[in-house]
């Protein structure tokens, strides 16, 4: 976020004439991202909100927005303009920045909310988009037909269809200016299916998403959460998500986790016209307060009886940038939790602050796939009142995936426990079900012993026991049993499972039967006998003991292991370790593993664990991570995988496809002859020059480069999925890690 200050800033510089309406995105988090909007007034950086600027009535003057605090945009009314001569012969005569004195991003809505408001409006569907590019609007809006709430599904149809119709008439008249092409649909699931895939059959520039406005006002903030489920993950992803009449701090988390870039708003004005100030949490009245619920630049130097003090039109103004600055500032932290990838932890912190942003938060987190036995029952709480009972149960599990898969995972950093809502969150739901589907049990498993009651990572207490298992029980299959679910002992560092910073309480849990029994079900271990091992404190393997017996094997845990039996269990321990990443990890099916493991040596460090996994050859093949439990191809590595694929090489670039394509490998992504030298000295992929890819392809999942004749190029990170990759023009498709000039 740009710094606030008092000096006048430089006017932006427009963007390059090719790069003219593309967006690109910069950083992401699942569907949170950061991006850039290429404007001829400058390149917005999302997400970003569009302060409304009425233009008869300025409380903040736009020259003030752009100067003080660094505003890219604002939103205007063309119908206003249009409707009064003295406005419509200004903008007409010196262009709609010279009237509102902004030289940065302007767009401009159509008349539609007072259509809402008033009941019509008098100007028509081509004569309004005219009028807009006539004044030098950077993103205009076409005339749609506004859907209410109250509004029955007959009613609702007609305005998205009579939307949908006016849209052709509407772009042909903007010609080059941008365009907003908004989706309706009321609170109606499938019409605002049928409106998002018609209005993204047409080029527009901004899909924003209308009739919320209502909805907003009478905190119906779950249906909110809705229309955005039903909207987003039909939408082109390469077109910016402009949230229509939000511009309130409480929605801002949760509505850019689920992927809006834009957001305007008069709130701040019409607020502090009425005396209330806006918070993340909601508002206060300046006629309650003693001090300040947050100390804002603007207020530094004054108490709320000194705002009291004022003249109307003064603290009106003083309240305004309140306001202003209080929304930028809960905007800006947004930007950073999405960089920190902990946008969904601020989503869930925020949704605390009021009960109806509760109930939205915890149908969103609530998918009707997710199950009571989760987690364990003693630790549900309120998530079943969250499940829909109406008829719309069960509708909403591909919206979910959509926020799931693009999740990623493992990540760096540790996981802080928030209680029920923990299980919730998308990245721990991805990693468990991608744990779930890839991992497979070594071949003769036949019983499972189940160790717990400390945080991860669990090697230091464990190692020496578990070498000792691996000599005299080699199909005995070891587990970890976190807060979260079961993992292998062999990814026992994997991140969130051995990364939750949790109360003693959580760690001390004692095992439920049933739980583990269906945690073992969905890893595979269907009717395996298991028993648990509590590994807090002293006597831990009298405790093993005590399991081995119940498993019915020996037992003699104490009797120690020859140092040539603990070196080969060391090995075949990292051996485990290195195909069971390479099956959950780089999704490469347990035989392949096997054998791409077969021969290989290991570089270790001071504490024993593996840096660098190489060839019998001494060839750097894949390096374990140590922050986080990932694991990383070196360019041999990902040679070897591509020839254990058994799939043809992708042709097309398909919609993405969730969870069906387990144990097929990385994905392929096929770049076009012009990027292959760059590829091969280890430059980036750009969007514009991927050829194909796998439907399968995920972001921040390690993926294989090639020509389209399948020669091997390199091996990198994707940054978005195989939808995205169709979709976008500009911008990094994907990091390389390393090129091959062989």
Same mark, same amino acid.
């Given at each position: ?21 593309? $967006?690109? !995105? ?96 008098? =100007?028509? =569907? ?12 950077? !993103? ?19 305005? =998205? ?9 509407? #772009? ?58 039903? &909207? ?19 929605? $801002? ?40 619920? *947050? ?5 530094? %130097? ?40 902990? #946008? ?8 605390? %602050? ?95 012993? =189940? ?14 026991? *578990? ?29 969130? $499972? ?21 945690? *073992? ?35 003699? !845990?104490?009797?120690? !292991? ?18 069971? @990443?390479?099956?959950?990890? *780089?999704?490469?099916?347990?035989? &392949? ?141 994907? @990091? ?7």
């Amino acid at each position: 976020m740009t710094a606030w200050g008092d000096d006048r800033r430089d006017d932006p510089t427009p963007c390059r004439d090719q790069d003219h309406g593309r $967006f690109e !995105i910069t950083q992401r988090d699942g569907r949170a991202r950061l991006g850039r909007l290429h404007t001829r007034h400058g390149v917005l950086e999302t997400p970003a909100l569009l302060p409304v600027v009425n233009p008869n009535i300025r409380t903040i003057e736009p020259r003030v927005m752009w100067d003080k605090y660094g505003i890219q945009a604002l939103i205007t009314n063309s119908y206003i303009m249009w409707k009064h001569e003295d406005l419509r012969t200004v903008a007409q005569a010196d262009g709609v920045h010279q009237l509102l004195d902004f030289p940065g991003v302007i767009m401009t809505d159509s008349g539609t909310f007072q259509s809402y408001v008033y009941g019509d409006v008098e =100007v028509g =569907v081509d004569e309004i988009v005219a009028f807009q590019r006539s004044i030098g609007v950077d !993103i205009a809006t076409m005339l749609d037909v506004f859907s209410r709430p109250d509004m029955n599904a007959s009613e609702v149809e007609h305005a =998205v269809r009579e939307t949908e119709a006016r849209a052709a008439q509407s #772009i042909k008249a903007a010609e080059d200016t941008m365009l907003n092409g908004p989706i309706q649909g009321g609170v109606f699931r499938e019409l605002r299916h049928i409106s998002a895939q018609l209005m993204g059959q047409h080029p527009f520039a901004v899909h924003p998403i209308g009739g919320i406005v209502p909805v907003m006002e009478q905190q119906r903030y779950k249906e909110y959460a809705k229309i955005m489920l039903a &909207s987003l993950p039909l939408l082109p992803p390469n077109r910016p998500v402009h949230m229509f009449g939000c511009g309130h701090p409480m929605l $801002f988390p949760m509505s850019i986790a689920l992927g809006a870039d834009l957001f305007d708003s008069a709130a701040y004005a019409l607020f502090a016209r009425d005396g209330r100030l806006l918070t993340p949490w909601g508002t206060e009245r300046i006629d309650d307060l003693v001090d300040w619920p *947050l100390l804002m630049p603007c207020v530094a %130097q004054l108490t709320p009886e000194d705002v009291r003090k004022m003249k109307p039109k003064e603290r009106e103004a003083m309240l305004a940038h309140f306001n202003l600055e209080v929304t930028l500032a809960e905007l800006a932290r947004c930007k950073q939790a999405v960089r920190d990838g902990k #946008i969904w932890q601020l989503a869930e912190q925020r949704s605390h %602050q009021h009960p109806a942003l509760r109930e939205a938060f915890l149908w969103l987190t609530t998918p009707p796939t997710m199950e009571r036995n989760v987690r364990p029952d003693r630790f549900y709480t309120d998530r079943d009142a969250a499940r829909d009972r109406d008829r719309d149960q069960g509708m909403w599990e591909d919206a979910w995936d959509w926020v799931v898969w693009s999740q990623l995972t493992p990540r760096t950093g540790g996981v802080l426990w928030g209680g029920d809502d923990t299980f919730g969150r998308p990245h721990v739901a991805k990693a468990r079900r991608t744990l779930q589907l890839r991992w497979q049990a070594r071949e003769g498993t036949d019983r499972v012993v =189940v160790f717990h009651g400390i945080r991860g990572p669990f090697r230091e207490r464990i190692n020496e026991v *578990l070498e000792w298992l691996k000599t005299h029980h080699p199909t005995l299959q070891a587990v970890i049993l976190t807060p979260l679910g079961l993992v292998p002992a062999s990814l026992e560092d994997l991140n969130p $499972f051995a990364h939750l910073d949790a109360p003693p309480w959580v760690l001390r849990h004692q095992p439920e039967h049933d739980w583990i029994r269906r945690e *073992l079900d969905r890893l595979g271990l269907h009717g395996q006998a298991f028993a648990t091992v509590d590994v807090h404190g002293d006597g831990m393997k009298q405790r093993l003991a005590g399991a081995l017996e119940e498993l019915g094997l020996s037992n003699e !845990i104490h009797q120690p !292991i020859s140092d040539e039996h603990r070196e080969q269990a060391r090995a075949s321990l990292r051996t485990d370790q290195g195909v069971d @990443k390479l099956s959950v990890l *780089l999704n490469v099916d347990r035989p &392949s593993a096997e054998r791409v493991m077969n021969g290989t040596t290991f570089v270790v460090n001071r504490e024993g664990r593996m840096k660098n996994i190489n060839d019998a050859d001494g060839v750097h093949l894949f390096s374990p991570r140590l922050r986080d439990g990932g694991l990383s191809m070196a360019t041999a590595g990902a040679q070897a995988l591509l020839e254990t694929r058994t799939e043809p090489l992708p042709t097309s670039l398909p919609r993405t496809e969730w969870w069906g394509h387990g144990s097929k490998g990385p994905a392929v992504v096929v770049v076009d002859q012009d990027a292959e030298p760059f590829v091969r000295k280890g430059r980036n992929v750009f969007h514009g020059f991927v050829l194909a890819c796998d439907p399968w392809l995920a972001p921040g999942e390690a993926c294989i480069i090639t020509n389209e004749k399948g020669n091997f190029l390199g091996h990198g990170v994707s940054q978005c999925t195989s939808t995205e990759m169709a979709a976008f023009t500009k911008g990094i498709a994907v @990091k390389t890690r390393g090129g091959y000039e062989g």
